[in-house]
Nanobody, 114 residues
Framework: VQLQASGGGLVQPGGSLRLSCAVS????????MAWYRQAPGKQRELVAV???????NYADSVKGRFTISRDNAKNTVFLQMNSLKPEDTAVYYC?????????WGQGTQVTVSS
């Protein structure tokens, strides 16, 4: 199983980015997909999660600004990030719980700066 993340980059405060993460390989059942982030000197934190039934949950710091969604046919999860702030700067990691085993993608850097 591989997770391939893309979509990071440099954006000005108030801007938007859309992250994507495609899951490939031998997939039986994707129970849950999520995005985490890790800023320099900080622990990795959960940003958003979406279940197989499309129930979502968000960190308080991103509620109302970020939206997680998934395309089950393509085994892909997205993170739409709007109204970005400098404190959103971090490496973002996608995560998938597949048949109750955790898998991680490579990180993608998001930098919010003027």
């Amino acid at each position: 199983v591989q997770l391939q993340a893309s979509g990071g980059g440099l954006v000005q405060p108030g801007g938007s980015l859309r992250l994507s993460c495609a899951v490939s390989g031998s997939i039986d059942s994707i129970n849950r997909m999520a995005w985490y982030r890790q800023a320099p000197g900080k622990q990795r934190e959960l940003v958003a999660v979406i279940t197989s039934g499309s129930i979502t949950n968000y960190a308080d710091s991103v509620k109302g600004r970020f939206t997680i969604s998934r395309d089950n046919a393509k085994n892909t999860v997205f993170l739409q990030m709007n109204s970005l702030k400098p404190e959103d700067t971090a490496v973002y990691y996608c995560n998938a719980l597949i048949t109750w085993v955790n898998y991680w993608g490579q990180g993608t850097q998001v930098t919010v700066s003027s």
